[in-house]
Protein backbone atom coordinates (compact mmCIF):
# COMPACT_ATOMS: atom_id res chain seq x y z
CA UNK A 1 0.00 0.00 0.00
CA UNK A 2 1.02 3.70 -0.86
CA UNK A 3 0.22 7.19 -1.48
CA UNK A 4 -2.23 7.03 1.57
CA UNK A 5 -4.32 3.91 -0.12
CA UNK A 6 -6.43 2.81 2.72
CA UNK A 7 -6.72 6.21 4.29
CA UNK A 8 -10.39 6.09 5.83
CA UNK A 9 -10.56 10.18 6.88
CA UNK A 10 -10.60 11.23 3.54
CA UNK A 11 -7.34 13.21 4.16
CA UNK A 12 -5.71 14.65 0.86
CA UNK A 13 -1.98 14.44 2.47
CA UNK A 14 0.46 12.62 5.23
CA UNK A 15 -0.57 15.66 7.18
CA UNK A 16 -3.90 15.69 7.57
CA UNK A 17 -4.10 12.00 8.19
CA UNK A 18 -5.09 9.94 11.41
CA UNK A 19 -5.01 6.96 9.96
CA UNK A 20 -1.78 4.79 10.37
CA UNK A 21 -1.50 4.48 6.72
CA UNK A 22 1.78 4.61 3.92
CA UNK A 23 1.45 8.14 2.29
CA UNK A 24 4.62 7.80 0.21
CA UNK A 25 4.90 6.22 -3.38
CA UNK A 26 5.65 2.93 -4.29
CA UNK A 27 8.92 4.77 -5.84
CA UNK A 28 9.97 6.70 -2.56
CA UNK A 29 9.40 2.84 -0.83
CA UNK A 30 11.31 0.91 -3.39
CA UNK A 31 13.94 3.83 -3.40
CA UNK A 32 14.49 3.65 0.09
CA UNK A 33 14.81 -0.13 0.70
CA UNK A 34 17.73 0.24 -2.50
CA UNK A 35 19.25 3.34 -0.11
CA UNK A 36 18.94 0.50 2.49
CA UNK A 37 20.11 -2.87 0.67
CA UNK A 38 23.43 -0.58 -1.09
CA UNK A 39 24.49 0.87 2.65
CA UNK A 40 24.55 -2.32 4.13
CA UNK A 41 26.35 -3.64 1.45
CA UNK A 42 28.82 -0.54 1.40
CA UNK A 43 29.17 -1.18 5.20
CA UNK A 44 30.25 -5.16 4.38
CA UNK A 45 32.91 -4.03 2.38
CA UNK A 46 34.14 -1.58 4.06
CA UNK A 47 34.29 -3.96 7.37
CA UNK A 48 36.05 -6.49 5.35
CA UNK A 49 38.75 -4.04 3.38
CA UNK A 50 38.83 -2.88 7.29
CA UNK A 51 39.06 -6.76 8.39
CA UNK A 52 41.42 -7.86 5.52
CA UNK A 53 44.20 -4.74 5.59
CA UNK A 54 46.38 -5.33 8.27
CA UNK A 55 45.90 -1.16 9.45
CA UNK A 56 43.84 -1.86 11.69
CA UNK A 57 46.00 -2.64 14.61
CA UNK A 58 47.73 0.70 13.96
CA UNK A 59 44.36 2.82 13.93
CA UNK A 60 42.61 4.21 17.08
CA UNK A 61 39.84 2.27 18.80
CA UNK A 62 37.76 4.93 17.24
CA UNK A 63 38.26 3.77 14.04
CA UNK A 64 34.53 2.34 13.39
CA UNK A 65 32.92 5.36 15.18
CA UNK A 66 34.64 7.47 12.70
CA UNK A 67 33.77 5.54 9.94
CA UNK A 68 30.40 5.27 10.75
CA UNK A 69 30.21 8.60 11.17
CA UNK A 70 31.51 9.22 7.87
CA UNK A 71 29.40 6.94 5.81
CA UNK A 72 26.42 8.53 7.69
CA UNK A 73 27.17 11.63 6.91
CA UNK A 74 27.88 11.09 3.25
CA UNK A 75 24.43 9.77 2.92
CA UNK A 76 22.68 12.42 4.92
CA UNK A 77 24.53 14.98 2.81
CA UNK A 78 23.30 13.02 -0.71
CA UNK A 79 19.85 13.14 1.32
CA UNK A 80 19.89 16.94 1.01
CA UNK A 81 21.00 16.81 -2.24
ZN1 LIG B 1 -6.47 9.06 6.97
Request: glycine share 4%.
Given at each position: MANGEGCKCFARCENDCCCDVEWRSER???LEAKVKELENMLWQVLST???C????????????????EGIETYFKEKDNG
Amino acid sequence: MANGEGCKCFARCENDCCCDVEWRSEREIELEAKVKELENMLWQVLSTINFCSNISKDLPDSFDDQLREGIETYFKEKDNG
